[in-house]
């Protein structure tokens, strides 16, 4: 199926509409790597020109002066020209889509809070004090779900626009 992974296959086979997008945080952190710490920022701000750009266009500008400036690291420029297919259908979308899409990861952001209430303590004394305190950190951070997303009424103007009936599910 057109280069996409096991999974991606398998959810395309369910789901033959959906678009698989590619975290673009963890393509950061999996090009960053091949960098050295000195040239983190400017190596970041080149990606987010890339990725951040007004349009497609740009986008390949951007990624093609990214490949000439970074040719000294080539496995992280490897990282974006495998995945720019991912960073293309971020084009098919508003501009307040496209930023939604790649700036909103509420799994990682879950996870990274869980870890903070475990990685303080070194040891639990059994098995039930873990739960209970990922339980309480869960409902601290459910507390903030409930807050709507900056600009949400522009986001859900373009998204009725852009894929009708896709809110036919209200809860």
Known sequence: MDGLTGLEAGLKSVYPEAVVQRCIVHLIRNSIKYIPSKNYKEFCADLKA????????GAKAALESFCEKWAAYPSAVRVWTDNFGHIEQLYEYPSEIRKIIYTTNTIEAF????????????????????????YLRTMDIAKKWGKPLSGWAVVRGKLDIVMPGWDVVTV
């Open 111 to 134: 996870n990274s809070a869980l870890r903070k209430v475990t990685n303080r303590k070194a040891a639990f004394p059994n098995d039930n004090a873990v739960f209970k305190i990922l």
């Open 50 to 57: 890339m990725y951040g750009a007004a349009s497609l266009v």
